[in-house]
């Protein structure tokens, strides 16, 4: 992922984004995107995962990176769209949907926060063969929405509102973002996370818990919380 | 003392819908340059990328003039009043403005409509509805002005509460503490490197909003008066770096630009205790309007002054004092 210098390699990819591009990517490498990508997240998989509605447009057709945002948007009097920034949010709470999803999408690159789990990455992302980069910072709003040339569509925006609306962005140099999970279904977040957590129990050393425990410490409802 | 002439309602709608776009946009320099002392140390690679990404992030929003993080938070209000101070149309005034001041700067900076109903997730695309936006007040002896100041604070990640107990004392407030940084803080979610808020005390209520004004109100720098607090501060600062975690949860040190401690007199068998995560979009932004029509802007709200952090119960106005001498 990185060199001896400690520099990130650095991509570039082009949407639809081929299965040998993303065969090509490391864990830690730094992305910028060309071409099309959509804005999708619950009320747009609720809508055609759960009540039935097709797609507003044909997605296989258009591009295969789904992005988890919303962007910071308002409706010019002419209709047009005028977009300051864009950040992602976060992905994990999507999880249920995207099995589903890489089905009906055919998506083969997610964008968005946070990542999901390396289990998830290995039951749903490997078989679809797919992969998530995740966005920077995560404030980088300003620095993505450098990267809109242009907005394509905004559907479903009437019903489901600025925030949850399908967007359809044109994008040219749109990062950067970084590869959190490759093909082989491994997350660069769990594996910092693992180098991390070694370090935990020194930081911890020598506090006493409090005196009073929650549920959550504990997840057996029939234990006794004082201690 | 005559009642100076009443601040203009349109010129505090104007200052407001300034601030709102100042905060979405600019980045504090008391926070950035804490980023840049820290992008100077960090020895985690991914983490370094990340702030050093972050740092080209507030220039490219500056020079575009658009909003540093499309997650624009929660923008609320916190007003400072002036003793003296009159608005035209008083208090219900001051709210109608502040409120079409929010609603005027979502579209046109552009903001984004974050605020929805909590069930049926209505969204009125203005950041206005139902005790939305927040405004709280607080008051200032010996002062003409009205202070306006917007947060716009990252929703959702980096913010507990917890009942403490005497008995459990600075370690009970170092695990809280650091369970919050470590719970949050994996994969990034609080948008560290954050300045840390810590309410101790009070009432559960006043805990909250004590840590949360901590978190927003205070400058990277900025030290409690108290010196015991003053010392716990810095020292939490430095144990939150020392977790090992970095930028995006990454491994590295970055985690806590500053940390601020406010505290409030609490049930004697209690020590309520809550942490706020200020993410790397920490806008804030303020402006003090004079009775005669001079409106100024600055990146430290001055929230905390002696006379919020007042224990005893007279406090002496200069004018009660004047007349004492006299
Ligand atoms: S926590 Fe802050 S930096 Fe992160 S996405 Fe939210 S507003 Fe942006």
Redesign the pocket.
């Known amino acids: 992922m990185a060199d001896s210098r400690g520099k990130l390699r650095e991509v570039r990819l082009t949407t639809p984004v081929s299965d040998a591009a993303l065969r090509g990517l490391q864990l830690g490498d730094v992305v910028y995107l060309d071409g099309l990508i959509y804005t999708g997240r619950e009320s747009v998989y609720k809508r055609v995962l759960q009540d039935g509605m097709a797609p507003p447009v044909d997605l296989k057709a258009l591009t295969n990176v789904n992005f988890h945002c919303s962007p910071a948007a308002a409706r010019n009097d002419d209709g047009t769209f005028n977009v300051g920034a864009v950040?992602?949010?976060a992905s994990f709470r999507f999880s249920k949907w995207l099995p589903k999803w890489f089905e009906v999408s055919g998506a083969k690159v997610i964008v968005g926060?946070g990542g999901m789990s390396e289990q998830d990455y290995r039951d749903v992302f490997v078989p679809a063969g797919a992969v998530y980069l995740t966005t920077v910072?995560?404030?980088t709003?300003a620095l993505l929405g450098r990267g809109i040339r242009r907005v394509l569509d905004a559907h479903w925006i009437d019903d489901l509102g600025i925030a949850q609306a399908m967007w359809v962005l044109e994008v040219e140099k749109f990062g950067p973002l970084l590869v959190e999970s490759d093909l082989d279904g491994n997350s660069l977040f769990e594996r910092q996370n693992r180098i991390v957590n070694q370090g935990l129990a020194r930081v911890y050393e020598g506090l006493k818990a409090p005196s009073l425990a929650r549920y959550g410490e504990t997840d057996d409802r029939r234990d006794e919380l004082i201690g | 003392m005559p009642h100076p002439p009443k601040i203009a309602a349109d010129a505090l709608e104007d200052a407001a819908r300034t601030v709102m776009a100042k905060a979405g946009i600019e980045i504090p320099d008391d926070y950035l340059g804490g980023i840049r002392e820290m992008a100077d140390t960090e020895r985690g690679d991914l983490s370094a990328f990340v702030l050093q990404a972050m740092l080209e992030n507030w220039e490219a929003a500056k020079a575009d003039q658009r909003p540093?993080?499309?997650?624009?938070?929660v923008p609320r209000w916190y007003v400072k009043y002036g003793n003296e101070a009159r608005v035209e149309g008083g208090p219900v005034e001051v709210e109608r403005r502040l409120r079409r001041a929010t609603a005027r700067a979502t579209h046109d900076v552009p903001l984004r409509p974050n605020r929805v109903h909590p069930l049926s997730r209505r969204d009125n695309d203005n950041n206005v509805g139902i005790n939305a936006p927040e405004i709280e007040y607080s008051f200032e002896p010996d002062a003409d002005w009205v202070d306006i100041t917007t947060v716009?604070?990252?929703?959702?990640?980096?913010t507990d509460y917890r009942m403490l107990f005497p008995a459990d004392g600075i370690d009970g407030i170092k695990r809280f503490y650091l369970d919050t940084l470590v719970a949050f803080g994996k994969r990034g979610l609080?948008?560290q490197p954050a300045i840390v808020g810590i309410g101790l005390g009070g009432s559960k209520d006043t805990c909250m909003v004590l840590g949360k004004q901590a978190a927003c109100l205070r400058t990277v720098g900025d030290r409690n008066p108290e010196p015991e607090i003053a010392a716990l501060e810095l020292e939490l600062k430095e144990l939150g770096n020392s977790i090992g975690m970095g930028a995006m949860g990454f491994v590295g040190s970055s985690m806590v630009v500053d940390c601020h401690i406010e505290v409030g007199y609490t049930h004697t068998g209690g020590m309520p205790m809550s942490v706020h995560c200020f993410?790397?979009?920490s806008?804030r932004a303020t402006a003090r309007l004079h009775p005669d029509g001079r409106v100024e802007y600055r990146t430290d709200p001055q929230w905390f002054t002696p006379y919020m952090r007042r224990d005893t119960v007279e406090w002496q106005t200069a004018a009660e004092s004047f007349e004492k001498s006299a």
């Open positions: 950040t992602a949010t926060k910072g995560y404030g709003g | 540093m993080c499309a997650d624009t938070g716009h604070k990252g929703g959702l990640f980096g609080a948008c993410c790397l979009s806008r």
